[in-house]
């Protein structure tokens, strides 16, 4: 038997059959929500979730663990090849934990380093911590990359006139060398930190330091004394608006609001996550221009299963919004440049760069072994705009579509930590991530 919400989706799918040919995505999600709605009609008992590590001690003849443990960390190798870094091998990994109360929040610290053929070294570390019986929520980005990443422009259209070769990308780092790319080398340190107090329940409210010093810039592909001179797009952005070519900095305090409503920070099952920061570069800390950056961020989490809630589905949105010519090119909103760096999956990281972006990702997530089993599934569709100045491109005039499907497999069941691993595909692009936990 349907439930309302079942019924609803019928009558829905009747009455806008025009509409919903042109979205076949749109169908897959309301025809999961209504047949799956109606499993939760009476009391269930959730089944027993069990993980990888529980597995290996019954195969292996151990007794489970049944420590009283607060915390889990999962270690990831990476290893990878591409024109940009050359042969690249590190470790990323994740720990979270939460406090002594049973009603205290998952917390998680993330980070990787990773050293490429072509000396180039990159040492990240993200933290979303809840401390002090979860009255105080620290949210930080901490990185230091001697890297290299090409730029293609600004807006959702760039390269402009022409279409680029197809990309391949792992963990987002590009791996063609088309003839489009304008390959970059930079070195970034960045210190991003907030920490925010409650003022009511899930409700947070504070303020951060946001600091980005960007030096010892090479525009590869630029040629200003040829005979035929090549001017690259972080060199017209950078002339037109009077920033230096090989080094800025830019400094700032932001003020952070905060609601999490979800029941776990690690794998959410329920709930929802809104994040306002407002973030005003002034002169005076060394910044070029009195420039404001809004960043928005939403997440929320409907599971179908009282049963199994592990089976759900998830949406995303992220919204990057400053002032044209007052930030400096590579510090403008771009794609995968998230906290996590997750956002985009079917591109690679920067991919697409603009002075104001919206991102948008829904995320079916089901079991694929029985109730409680280690293997999981998601299938996913997202979506970029971003703004370009010069052409008078705004949001929305172009967007970047992607889409795919992931597997994982739950090695902590207490913190709910998953292994990921997932295909994405863009336009001629697509991308294999691995990773610890949840894209969002």
Same mark, same amino acid.
């Given at each position: 038997?349907? /439930?309302?919400?079942?019924?609803?989706?019928?009558?829905? !799918?009747?009455?806008?059959?025009?509409?919903?040919?042109?979205?076949?995505?749109?169908?897959?999600? &309301?025809?999961? @929500?209504?047949?799956?709605?109606?499993?939760?009609?009476?009391?269930?008992?959730?089944?027993?979730?069990?993980?990888?590590?529980?597995?290996?001690?019954?195969?292996?003849?151990?007794?489970?663990?049944?420590?009283?443990?607060?915390?889990?960390?999962?270690?990831?190798?990476?290893?990878?090849?591409?024109?940009?870094?050359?042969?690249?091998?590190?470790?990323?990994?994740?720990?979270?934990?939460?406090?002594?109360?049973?009603?205290?929040? +998952?917390?998680?610290?993330?980070?990787? #380093?990773? $050293?490429?053929?072509?000396?180039?070294? %990159?040492?990240?570390?993200?933290?979303?911590? $809840?401390?002090?019986?979860?009255?105080?929520?620290?949210?930080?980005?901490?990185?230091?990359?001697?890297?290299?990443?090409?730029?293609? #422009?600004?807006?959702?259209?760039?390269?402009?006139?022409?279409?680029?070769? *197809?990309?391949?990308?792992?963990?987002?780092?590009?791996?063609?060398?088309?003839?489009?790319?304008?390959?970059?080398?930079?070195?970034?340190?960045?210190? $991003?930190?907030?920490?925010?107090?409650?003022?009511?329940?899930?409700? *947070?409210?504070? @303020?951060?330091?946001?600091?980005?010093?960007?030096?010892?810039?090479?525009?590869?592909?630029?040629?200003?004394?040829?005979?035929?001179?090549? *001017? /690259?797009?972080? +060199?017209?952005?950078?002339?037109?608006?009077?920033?230096?070519?090989?080094? $800025? &900095?830019?400094?700032?305090?932001?003020?952070?609001?905060?609601?999490?409503?979800?029941?776990?920070?690690?794998?959410? *099952?329920?709930?929802?996550?809104?994040?306002?920061?407002?973030?005003?570069?002034?002169?005076?800390?060394?910044?070029?221009?009195?420039?404001?950056?809004?960043?928005?961020?939403?997440?929320?989490?409907?599971?179908?299963?009282?049963?199994?809630?592990?089976?759900?589905?998830? @949406?995303?949105?992220?919204?990057?919004?400053?002032?044209?010519?007052?930030?400096?090119?590579?510090? !403008?909103?771009?794609?995968?440049?998230?906290?996590?760096?997750?956002?985009?999956?079917?591109? /690679?990281?920067?991919?697409?760069? #603009?002075?104001?972006?919206?991102?948008?990702?829904?995320?079916?997530?089901?079991?694929?072994?029985?109730?409680?089993?280690?293997?999981?599934?998601? &299938?996913?569709?997202?979506?970029?705009?971003?703004?370009?100045?010069?052409?008078?491109?705004? &949001? %929305?005039?172009?967007?970047?579509?992607?889409?795919?499907? #992931?597997?994982?497999?739950?090695?902590?069941?207490?913190?709910?930590?998953?292994?990921?691993?997932?295909?994405?595909?863009?336009?001629?692009?697509?991308?294999? +991530?691995?990773?610890?936990?949840?894209?969002?």
């Amino acid at each position: 038997m349907l /439930t309302p919400q079942g019924i609803l989706c019928k009558a829905f !799918l009747s009455a806008n059959r025009n509409l919903l040919t042109r979205f076949p995505f749109l169908i897959f999600l &309301l025809l999961v @929500f209504s047949t799956t709605a109606a499993q939760d009609t009476s009391t269930i008992v959730p089944c027993e979730q069990r993980d990888l590590p529980e597995l290996i001690n019954n195969w292996r003849g151990k007794t489970p663990d049944k420590s009283k443990k607060k915390g889990s960390l999962l270690l990831v190798p990476i290893i990878s090849s591409n024109p940009a870094t050359g042969f690249a091998f590190g470790v990323a990994g994740q720990y979270a934990f939460k406090g002594k109360q049973p009603h205290s929040l +998952y917390s998680s610290i993330a980070g990787s #380093g990773t $050293y490429t053929t072509k000396n180039q070294v %990159l040492v990240q570390l993200k933290n979303n911590i $809840y401390v002090k019986d979860d009255k105080i929520f620290l949210s930080g980005d901490w990185r230091a990359l001697w890297f290299s990443q090409s730029t293609y #422009g600004l807006g959702t259209s760039a390269p402009e006139g022409a279409a680029l070769e *197809y990309q391949y990308s792992l963990n987002g780092w590009e791996g063609n060398s088309d003839s489009l790319i304008q390959p970059m080398k930079f070195n970034l340190f960045r210190f $991003y930190q907030t920490i925010s107090w409650k003022i009511r329940k899930s409700m *947070y409210l504070g @303020f951060g330091y946001h600091l980005d010093v960007i030096n010892s810039i090479v525009d590869e592909r630029l040629d200003t004394t040829g005979t035929r001179p090549l *001017y /690259t797009s972080h +060199y017209l952005y950078s002339r037109y608006y009077g920033f230096n070519i090989e080094h $800025y &900095l830019v400094s700032g305090l932001s003020l952070d609001f905060v609601i999490d409503k979800r029941d776990n920070q690690v794998n959410p *099952y329920k709930g929802y996550y809104v994040r306002v920061n407002n973030l005003i570069n002034p002169k005076a800390l060394g910044s070029k221009y009195d420039a404001n950056l809004l960043n928005l961020e939403f997440r929320s989490y409907h599971s179908f299963s009282k049963r199994n809630p592990r089976n759900l589905i998830g @949406f995303w949105f992220l919204g990057n919004f400053s002032q044209s010519g007052r930030m400096p090119y590579l510090t !403008l909103p771009a794609l995968g440049y998230d906290q996590r760096g997750r956002a985009g999956r079917g591109y /690679t990281q920067g991919r697409f760069r #603009g002075s104001n972006m919206v991102y948008a990702e829904t995320e079916y997530r089901f079991s694929i072994s029985p109730c409680g089993g280690i293997l999981g599934g998601v &299938l996913f569709a997202n979506f970029t705009s971003t703004s370009n100045p010069y052409t008078n491109e705004k &949001l %929305l005039d172009y967007v970047a579509p992607g889409y795919g499907f #992931g597997f994982r497999i739950m090695v902590d069941k207490k913190s709910r930590t998953n292994l990921q691993i997932d295909f994405g595909f863009g336009k001629k692009s697509s991308g294999v +991530y691995f990773g610890a936990s949840e894209t969002f």
